[in-house]
């Protein structure tokens, strides 16, 4: 099972942090990916990291931006968003994937969180 918090109302330029608890006793050998979704618009990869929490994988338009981390003592995945935009609003979901591969597809994971809502105003 996995739980997302953190997402609110922002302005533009401002940050914020969403924490993705998972209740996985093998929390490590999960990867772990977080996925946004606009109004009207498939849902779409953002970031993703490896077991350990070296290996990361950004999409283009988070890098420098964006941060993932874990905390494998806390079963816990983290998204550090900077310089939030407009463009970032969306419902973001954290997704688990047992195995190393931390993939940018949709069906590269098993389990989906319920998603927090992240509103980024001008």
């Known amino acids: 099972q996995l739980q997302a918090s953190g997402g609110g109302l922002v302005q533009a330029g401002e940050s914020l942090r969403l924490s993705c608890a998972a209740s996985a006793r093998t929390f490590s050998r999960y990867s772990m990916g977080w996925f946004r979704q606009a109004p009207g618009k498939e849902r779409e990869f953002v970031t993703a990291i490896g077991w350990s929490g070296i290996s990361t994988r950004y999409a283009d338009s988070v890098k420098g931006r964006f941060t993932i981390s874990r905390d494998n003592a806390k079963n816990t995945v983290y998204l550090q968003m900077n310089s939030l935009k407009p463009e970032d609003t969306a419902v973001y979901y954290c997704?688990?994937?047992?195995?190393?591969?931390?993939?940018?597809?949709?069906?590269?994971?098993?389990?989906w969180g319920q998603g927090t809502q992240v509103t980024v105003s001008s």
């Open positions: 997704a688990a994937h047992y195995g190393l591969q931390y993939g940018s597809r949709l069906d590269d994971y098993d389990y």
